[in-house]
């Protein structure tokens, strides 16, 4: 089949996709203090998809993705379940946040948490979501 | 132990996230929606239990101190709610195995049964008033799914009037909640409780109390917003339909309840003198709109309506007595409702059609239906010594004790035209002779109605019969539950902590 689109466009979603992932990932663990979140994380990341399903096929997108769409949802509930979940197994109630601070090897500190945990599930469940929707839609055409 | 409240929101959310993994196995995914839902109605159990002896539970999501977070009450009131949340979850659950068809199934039919079950346990227990509108978006988004789930063309139709009617309730809502929060800072229901009984000028609130009622209203399909629900609740399949007979409505009417004893009704004005109107009103054209159908579904969804004035007068009449009533009527009403729609659905898979001009001697040919049909339909007429008797017998009685005779007349003289409705259907479908020109439509029908459907309609009329049977032990609990909602006091120290 021939191809729709540029050469240009393809490279650029190629080169786009780790480039968003990893932008996405740097906007979800700053949202717990600053803009940014698991929801806004989690339309970056679905986007690089979108484009690369844009630039080549759905079904060539689908097959980048580490898991089905649906189980990223899936997956996204469970982990915001397990972090709502943690502080009840500790004896506190439902959805208390708990702190831990992870030390890295060049003296910075990273800080992490329930509601981290909670904000990767739902960048897990929104990028489930929106590539189980806009998917469809591509395919329907 | 306090944690106990978090599992009627935990259990749906695993279902969910269960059923969404299990994408291949059609046969576990059934298996885990109906576990789930016979696990909701455990947990219920054990809170209503729990509630009736040691109180109201009270959990702090989050260990946010009320009023900065959300918090998540039950009372008598909320534990009853959830308890036949629970019991409909899992009986329509049941049901739903022999009824739904295999296309419906794959497209998740049980996981957005049990985020419906989730909306619905999350608008009983919650204890905040912004927190409740995303319990009933939560519910209405899984309801839109499935009123249209099949995609047929009927369906499509009423569903538009099902999305857009309960859109523009819940914006009425929202702005209700905004011009509150406004006026009073705050939406913690207790807060709010204790914060416009001590304000002299809380009767600027009664804008935000109207915008609640017509919100409540459509969602409890309260005349005159009663239009949208006949127009749509026929049209999807019957399982999802006694779903949303027995549970959806009456959370509109719980919310109502909940609303106007806490807040609104003790700061005065006309709103007992409007629920008694509204009652008597809905009570009438609901039945006598009933009276005139002859699509079984269509008579039942009319019902509905007739049978939520009820529950709204004894609001109105706001004595012990009345309060306990509109609560007992609301429990008798979701069991017999969404047994009767059970049975309806029964039908219809052996005759192949809702048309009552099109069905006959069912009576003859299946004996042990009829007799499904007449205890649900008999206790929604009133007749002892059946559920709704008994819940008819103390709506009447707080009526007369707070001399309210006209609109406790109207309800006993509706109670009549219900017995007619039901004594319809009963000689339409089971007593008179199978029309012949209908013999190509029994064709497409089976000839059993199978295990599956027969085993929850079963359990709802036992427990309609219980209810009527030991109606002391039921009444116990209403009673407590109409007092705590009385006396809001005990509610707003068990969240405030004072």
């Avoid at chain 1, 929801?39 to 759905?58: E, K, N, R, V």
């Avoid at chain 1, 079904?59 to 972090?83: C, D, H, N």
């Avoid at chain 2, 049909?373 to 103390?394: C, E, Q, T, Y």
Wanted: charged share 10%; net charge positive.
């Amino acid at each position: 089949m021939s191809n729709p689109y540029s050469n240009i466009f393809r490279m650029a979603a190629t080169k786009l996709r780790p480039l968003l992932l990893i932008l996405s990932l740097v906007v979800l663990y700053r949202g717990h203090q600053q803009p940014g979140g698991g929801f806004i994380g989690g339309l970056m990341a679905a986007s690089a998809y979108i484009l690369y399903a844009l630039a080549f096929t759905s079904a060539e997108a689908r097959k980048k993705l580490p898991l089905s769409t649906s189980a990223l949802l899936a997956s996204g509930l469970a982990v915001i379940l397990v972090s709502a979940l943690l502080s009840v197994f500790s004896g506190e109630p439902f959805m208390t946040g708990m702190w831990t601070t992870v030390h890295l090897p060049f003296g910075q500190e990273l800080h992490l948490g329930t509601p981290v945990l909670f904000d990767l599930g739902v960048y897990l469940a929104v990028t489930g979501v929106l590539l189980t929707i806009m998917f469809d839609i591509i395919e329907i055409e | 132990m306090e944690n106990l409240l978090m599992l009627p929101l935990v259990l749906p959310v695993l279902a969910a996230i269960v059923s969404l993994f299990a994408k291949n196995s059609l046969n576990f995914r059934k298996a885990s929606g109906v576990f789930f839902t016979l696990a909701q109605l455990v947990v219920a159990v054990v809170i209503l239990v729990k509630v009736y002896r040691d109180g109201i539970l009270v959990l702090h999501v989050g260990s946010w101190p009320a009023p900065f977070g959300i918090t998540l009450v039950a009372d008598m009131f909320s534990a009853i709610m959830l308890f036949f949340a629970g019991l409909i979850g899992f009986t329509v659950s049941v049901y739903a195995l022999g009824l739904m068809d295999e296309r419906r199934l794959k497209f998740h039919f049980y996981l957005l049964f049990n985020i419906l079950l989730l909306g619905v346990n999350g608008a009983f227990i919650t204890g905040d008033v912004f927190n409740l509108y995303v319990w009933f978006e939560v519910m209405l988004i899984a309801s839109f799914v499935l009123i249209t789930l099949g995609g047929e063309r009927k369906q499509l139709e009423g569903a538009v009037k099902y999305v857009t009617i309960n859109m523009v309730s819940s914006m009425l809502f929202l702005a209700a909640a905004g011009l509150l929060y406004g006026k009073m800072g705050t939406l913690n229901m207790a807060d709010l409780a204790m914060k416009l009984q001590n304000d002299p000028s809380s009767n600027l609130v009664a804008s935000s109390a109207m915008l609640f009622f017509i919100a409540f209203g459509i969602k409890a399909a309260v005349f005159p917003f009663f239009f949208w629900l006949p127009a749509s609740y026929h049209t999807p399949p019957v399982a999802v339909t006694a779903l949303f007979a027995g549970l959806l409505t009456k959370v509109g009417v719980y919310a109502m309840i909940r609303f106007f004893t806490l807040f609104f009704i003790p700061l005065g004005g006309i709103w007992k003198e409007l629920f008694l109107i509204t009652g008597g009103l809905t009570m009438l054209i609901g039945v006598f709109t009933a009276a005139s159908q002859y699509d079984i579904r269509r008579i039942l969804s009319f019902h509905i309506i007739s049978q939520i004035g009820y529950m709204i007068m004894g609001l109105g009449f706001f004595t012990p007595l009345g309060i306990a009533g509109a609560i007992y009527y609301m429990g008798h009403n979701i069991v017999a409702k969404t047994n009767t729609f059970m049975v309806g659905g029964m039908v219809s898979k052996l005759k192949g059609t809702f048309e009552l001009k099109s069905i006959g001697g069912l009576y003859k040919t299946k004996p042990y239906l009829a007799l499904l049909f007449i205890i649900p339909a008999f206790a929604l007429a009133g007749v002892p010594p059946l559920s709704g008797f008994f819940g008819k017998f103390i709506l009447v009685k707080a009526g007369f004790d707070s001399h309210h005779f006209f609109v406790t007349g109207i309800s006993l003289f509706v109670g009549l035209i219900t017995l007619f409705s039901m004594i319809k259907i009963w000689n339409e479908g089971f007593w008179k002779k199978q029309p012949e020109e209908a013999d190509e439509v029994v064709n497409y029908a089976e000839k059993k109605v199978g295990f599956a459907l027969v085993f929850p309609s079963v359990v709802l009329a036992l427990f309609s019969i219980g209810m009527g049977v030991a109606v002391g032990f039921f009444f116990d609990f209403c009673m407590t539950a109409a007092q705590q909602l009385l006396e809001p006091s005990a509610y707003i120290n068990a969240v405030l902590g004072k």
